[in-house]
């Protein structure tokens, strides 16, 4: 296959991310990551129908012996849970698997988070296959081992760091990809831009049209590059003690919209992820350049261009400030009880600021 690239990954469990057309269908090199006799396809009912027989009966030809098993859990980050992470375990035992099996990871950024979590507890530890279908999982939530599930009180509360074993991103499953799932991606892509790559920024600016119709050139290379960008961060900073941080740009917002919207981003009227992140990126902007940290310009720019991509970038109606504020209190970042937020001094260049004045969030969160 010679339209494949790779962005390898460092650091002390190394991976490759593969990312190329009809990767789902080559059996031999997903398989060549399931390292004993065993191996779940965890996939989600949006999924499973368009691509687990396929991967399923690939894995199989290429490797008559593996025993695989599939697992289908509802579809939506509403289904991120405690209780659906049970059932995976439950398909893992019913397996009989062992320590030397695989999870394979098929679809977006929540059978990514549960399967990766359910990997990283069965028996303390088997490997797990990222699998992304979405652009957003493509370029972010495959990559660099965080897992997790929701609880009610927050987004990704419980979870574990834990690495995949490889990552394949299929980029010829991103033309079934529905078009607000595709402009959902795009908003995590914009973020290596804002946060340390003004040309990337520049590009982004420049192939809208060709993002946005789906050309799989440039898609392919804004992936590329997102997970280059992904993969240096996690390299250095495996376990979020200091940089990684950044990547969070826009997400305590985000996260919070998320949390009092009940992650019910599969409504029409409720955000998805990626949207939330887009709000939760200008809301950081706006916010910095009132705390003197950045000119408008900038953050004009990245409003701009995120509504180019036809993304939300305001707080939606109907959402309590202080209710917000109170979900953003719970998130992971905060230390000491005190907010901590990644800003930016404009663009390419964001920071984490260890103690943001509430009252100028919560000022922000009533006007927006
Ligand atoms: N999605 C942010 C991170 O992986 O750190």
Redesign the pocket.
């Known amino acids: 296959m010679s339209d494949v690239r790779t962005v390898a990954v460092g650091g002390d469990a190394p991976y490759r991310i593969e990312i190329g057309p009809g990767l789902l269908a080559d059996g031999a090199r997903l398989a060549a990551h399931a390292r004993g006799r065993h191996a779940l396809l965890l996939t989600d009912s949006h999924v499973a129908p368009l691509y687990a027989a396929a991967v399923e009966s690939a894995l199989r030809d290429a490797r008559p012996a593996l025993r695989v098993a599939i697992h289908v859990m509802p579809a939506g980050e509403s289904h991120k849970t405690l209780a659906s992470f049970g059932e995976a375990i439950d398909a893992l035992a019913a397996l009989g698997a062992t320590r030397d099996a695989t999870i394979f990871a098929l679809g977006g950024g929540v059978v990514g988070d549960l399967a990766g979590f359910a990997a990283a507890c069965w028996m303390r530890g088997i490997d797990c296959v990222q699998l992304p279908t979405t652009l957003l999982s493509m370029v ?2 495959s990559v ?1 081992g ?1 897992t997790a599930v929701d609880i009610p009180q927050g987004k990704n509360l419980v979870g574990a760091f834990h690495p995949p074993r490889a990552v394949f991103a299929d980029t010829a499953a991103l033309r079934t990809l529905p078009a607000r799932e595709l402009r959902a991606g795009l908003a995590e892509v914009v973020k290596y831009g804002a946060i340390r790559d003004p040309l990337f920024f520049e590009w982004l600016e420049a192939e809208r049209a060709a993002l946005l119709a789906g050309d799989h050139r440039a898609l392919a290379e804004a992936i590329a590059r997102s997970c280059e960008h ?1 993969a240096g961060i ?1 390299e250095r900073d495996p376990l ?1 003690r200091g940089e ?1 941080a950044l ?2 740009l826009g997400h305590t917002f985000g996260h919070a919209i998320e949390a009092e919207q009940g992650y019910a981003g599969n409504d029409r009227e409720a955000l998805v992820h990626g949207e939330a992140v887009a709000v939760g990126m200008v809301l950081a902007a706006r916010l910095s350049a009132r705390l003197g940290m950045a000119g408008d310009d900038d953050t004009g720019r990245l409003r701009t261009l995120l509504q180019g991509y036809g993304l939300p970038t305001a707080v939606p109606a109907g959402l309590d400030p202080e209710a917000l504020l109170a979900r953003m209190r719970l998130d992971k970042k905060n230390l000491a009880g005190r907010l901590r937020l990644v800003l930016w001094r404009g663009l390419g260049h964001a920071e984490v600021v260890p103690d943001v004045d509430e009252a100028r969030v919560l000022e922000l969160l009533r006007e927006a």
Do not use: I, P
């Open positions: 972010d939530s660099g965080k992904k996690v979020e990684r990547l969070n």
